[in-house]
Every structure is written in structure tokens, then in C-alpha cells.
């Protein structure tokens, strides 16, 4: 007889079947449990102060320059000069600037506006007309101002200076012409009036002179005319550093300025030291 009794299953098929069910509920508990920590990780990280930060975001620069950057190349227009002086001579404008410098540009028109020392050779001996003034013994030119000493010989002296031209450069441009804007005044100087100051006729003229047995010439002219405007001879003067005015009258300014000259000669030659300034008209 069995064990197990009539119409019971045998102890073997039992026990695999409580194996199997063991099997499928261990099956089933990992498998719930699996669930549950994959549910608890996704909410972790939703409301939570430790939720991880996104990766940041890389941008990759350019080479590291060292030394100066250059500039982009640009096209500018050069910035305009203004003219600090007076213009006296051989220009009265800038527009007659230009109209020389067209005409140099095309044809080598007067080649001398561009030396210092030939204009004022010109200025001393052509404007002027002191022609016995006919050397140059010194010059200075530091950009664009130069100081032109203009002079004699007399006898077998050294050369004598008879004043000290100051010129700048009038106009724009590589090519701007030599203008003469007045004097470097030592031995006879010219005050009054005072530079670049408006004035009209009749006008007093005045200064400082060293010297014996002087006698001052006054003329009045301007660059656009041959003529003197006016002119005064001659006032008595002598000593050391003594001051000298005059009054001269002129008429028939046109041009933006006059030339004042003050000149004296006499011991060696009609005309030995001058000293010039500029003033501007008024009616």
C-alpha cells in the first residue's frame, strides 16, 4: 500500500509544486522590488534640492593673441590743418594755396614755394625790395616751422644778419608751401601793433631799437599788390633797447591782412635791419 492513501497526490508531485509556486513568488518579488527602486530613482531627482545640474555648455574660443592687435585697414580722409598765423606772404589764402599746388602738381609751377630759405630770399628781396639783403647765414626748420636768417656782407665783415624771417607751412598736404607769418625781432623790434590785432589808418607804429644815429622807415603793404599802401620816413631814433613810435596813415587795403615794416640802414648799406608784423583791416 502507499503512503499517501487513496486518491491523494503523491508527496513528490506536492513537493514540486509548492517548489514551483516558491519559485514564481521569489520570481515575483525581485521583479516588484525592481519596479519600486526604478519608480523611487525617477522621483528622486523631480522636486529634491540634490538633483544633479546640467552639464555646462563649452564654447571653444580662438587662438590667444599676444602683442598689439593690428588695426583693420581703413580708408580715412586726413584731418584738416588749421593755420595758427597771420598769413602774410606769398599767399593770402588757402584757396590760392590750393591753386598753387594744382598748378606745381601738374606742371612744377614755382618749385621755390617748397624752401624755407628761397621764400624768404623772395619775400626780403622781391616783396620787399631789399635787394642789397641777399644772403641766407642761418636756418632752422623743425616740422613745420622754420626760422630763415636773412643777411649782408659788408666789406670783408662776416655776413651781418638783418632779421630772422619765421615761416610755417600754409595748407594741406604733403606739398603745403612756405608762408612767411612775421619776424624773430632783435636789435629793432616792432610792438605795436600787436600782431595779428585790427587795426586801421591812421595807425601808431612802435617798438624797441639798439643803435646809433638811426633813422626808421615805416611801410604799409600787402601781398596781392606792388604798391605800398603807406609809408612814413623817417623817424629819429638811437640808443640802447630805446623805445620809437610813429603814426602812419594807408589806404587801399583788400587783401584779409597788411604788412608792417619797419626797416633802418644807412652805415653801411640803405637798409641793414627790418622787423615786419601783420595786422588785419577794419573799415
Known amino acids: 500500500m502507499s503512503e499517501n492513501g487513496p486518491g491523494r ?34 522621483d528622486s531627482g523631480k522636486d529634491s534640492g540634490t538633483s544633479q545640474a546640467p552639464a555646462p555648455t563649452v564654447t571653444q574660443t580662438g587662438p590667444t593673441q599676444t602683442g598689439t592687435p593690428k588695426p583693420s585697414p581703413t ?84 655776413p651781418s644778419v638783418a632779421a630772422v624771417i619765421h615761416l610755417a607751412r600754409f595748407g594741406q598736404g604733403d606739398d603745403a608751401p612756405w608762408e612767411v607769418v612775421g619776424t624773430r625781432d632783435s636789435s629793432l623790434t616792432l610792438t605795436q601793433p600787436r600782431y595779428g590785432a585790427a587795426a586801421h589808418s591812421p ?12 633813422a626808421i622807415r615805416v611801410d604799409v603793404r600787402q601781398a596781392s599788390t606792388e ?29 584779409p591782412a597788411v604788412v608792417v615794416v619797419a626797416s633802418t640802414g644807412g652805415h653801411y648799406q640803405g637798409v641793414e635791419a627790418f622787423a615786419v608784423t601783420a595786422i588785419r583791416t577794419v573799415d
Open 9 to 42: 497526490p503523491p508527496d513528490r508531485v506536492v513537493r514540486d509544486v509548492r517548489a514551483r509556486w516558491a519559485i514564481a513568488v521569489a520570481c515575483l518579488a525581485i521583479i516588484a522590488l525592481a519596479v519600486t527602486m526604478v519608480i523611487l530613482f525617477n
Open 75 to 158: 580708408t580715412s580722409t586726413p584731418a584738416h590743418q588749421t593755420f595758427r598765423y597771420q598769413p602774410l606772404w606769398p599767399f593770402t589764402s588757402e584757396d590760392a594755396v590750393a591753386d598753387w599746388q594744382q598748378a606745381y602738381r601738374s606742371g612744377g609751377k614755382q618749385p621755390w614755394h617748397l624752401d624755407p630759405a628761397q621764400t624768404a630770399l623772395s619775400f626780403t628781396t622781391g616783396f620787399l625790395g631789399f635787394h642789397e639783403i641777399d644772403l641766407v647765414v642761418a636756418k632752422s626748420v623743425r616740422g613745420d616751422e622754420a626760422y630763415v636768417s636773412v643777411g649782408y656782407r659788408a666789406e670783408h665783415n662776416p
Open 203 to 214: 595807425m601808431t607804429v612802435g617798438g624797441r631799437i639798439t643803435g646809433v644815429d638811426e
Open 227 to 255: 604798391a605800398r599802401l603807406g609809408t612814413l620816413c623817417c623817424v629819429a631814433a638811437g640808443g640802447q633797447s630805446q623805445p620809437w613810435s610813429a603814426q602812419v596813415t594807408f589806404q587801399g587795403a583788400t587783401d
